[in-house]
Nanobody, 122 residues
Framework: QVQLVESGGGLVQPGGSLRLSCAAS????????MGWYRQSPGKQRELVAV?????????NYTDSVKGRFTISRDNAKNTVYLQMNSLKPEDTAVYYC??????????????WGQGTLVTVSS
């Protein structure tokens, strides 16, 4: 069974920074998608940033975080990071990690993390 363990959320003042981490454990290989989504109260879950490809060499960001957030991936550790700078109150949300790959029988696997709360407030 594959698990995602997220960490790094919390309370930060506007303009501050946080770094989220998400580590995948268990039987998952050839990860081709690993990234972060977020959901605010009353809103749909949206993509924040994602690494694509088995090497994580391609990235994609939602427009509202471009230039402020940076996603990176450590393939040896099956871990993805989200460095969030210049945080704004509208970044307040529960952030969810998501990954997709294959198990040892080459069956597709997709897993969501439990979510970590990021609150940007003075």
């Amino acid at each position: 069974q594959v698990q995602l363990v997220e960490s790094g959320g919390g309370l930060v003042q506007p303009g501050g920074s946080l770094r989220l981490s998400c580590a995948a454990s268990g039987s998952i290989f050839n990860i081709y998608h690993m990234g972060w989504y977020r959901q605010s109260p009353g809103k749909q879950r949206e993509l924040v940033a994602v690494t694509l490809g088995t090497d994580g060499g391609s990235t994609n960001y939602t427009d509202s975080v471009k230039g402020r957030f940076t996603i990176s991936r450590d393939n040896a550790k099956n871990t993805v990071y989200l460095q969030m700078n210049s945080l704004k109150p509208e970044d307040t949300a529960v952030y969810y990690c998501n990954t997709a790959g294959f198990d040892e029988f080459l069956r597709p696997v997709e897993v969501w993390g439990q979510g970590t709360l990021v609150t940007v407030s003075s």
